[in-house]
């Protein structure tokens, strides 16, 4: 089994000020792990710049333009309260976005099987008009839209399990019948959104939110009684994991319980379902995640193979 890993440079380049969660160092430590010869076997690539075309299949050209408009020659400029850009952080956008793009066409073309895409900024509270949440574009949107329009993909599948909703993908997929979007998040809790109740124009939204507290026995319940078997029935033609880690025990921004064990359990059974609905098709993008020394610890535990990549422990917004 072939794992793709894309990673740009430039994305550890993006600064959204000092002390800011959503900090550099995030990617650091990710590259450094996948940097040892335990992770030797990975095809490594360069994600190329997302063009326009792909962006505005799910943003407006508007949108986009006041994006670029507002990136600083120097300093810092505000998208929102908590969404800060810099000087790279549009090239970063650009390559984050790309970096899905050339992973859909990989695995839809079986160049691999699967693919990790190791970017910044994150993507998933990303909304139609409006980026909040640390989030300029929604990279998992984007890619599933290209999905459909270059390859042929019919359904497309996107599990969440990023402590914080994905407010944004289940707006992008709001009215779409043929995408379908499942969360396991903290609720109540930013963005606000995710409610159980919501479950889109063509129920095609599955949201299992989780106290405060919840740890492992929950998480694998919500999981197995009620995403895992909906994300089965759509029948999918490819599966996406927008992968943040903030649900570890040990990120300071939220209150959920997990282990680095449940996120590694949580990829293997999206992964089956991918083997089992789309010949394994499978790609993994990180969104939040802001405990470095959880973020890290994947690459402590026994690997059999790169494949293992795809259980890495991932967290965003």
Known sequence: MSTRYYFHPV??????????????????TISQVLSTEEFAPLERHTPSEAERAHIIRVHPEAYVDQVFDLIPETGYARIDADTIVSPKSGEAALRAAGALIDAVDAVMSGATDNAFCAIRPPGHHAEIERGMGFCLFNNVAIGAEHARAA?????????????????????????????FYASTHQWPLYPGTGDKSETGGHGNIVNAPLWAGAGSDEFRTAMCEVVLPAMENFGPDLVMISAGFDAHRRDPLAQLELETEDFVWATEEIRKIAEKKCDGRLISTLEGGYDLQALGRFGSRPHTGPDELGRMPTRSV
């Open 11 to 28: 994305c550890i380049e993006h600064e959204p000020s000092p002390q800011h969660p959503e900090s550099p160092d995030r990617l650091r």
């Open 151 to 179: 390859h042929g993909a019919e359904r497309v599948v996107v599990m969440d399990f990023d402590v914080h909703h994905g407010n944004g993908t289940q707006a992008c997929f709001w009215n779409e019948p043929n995408l």
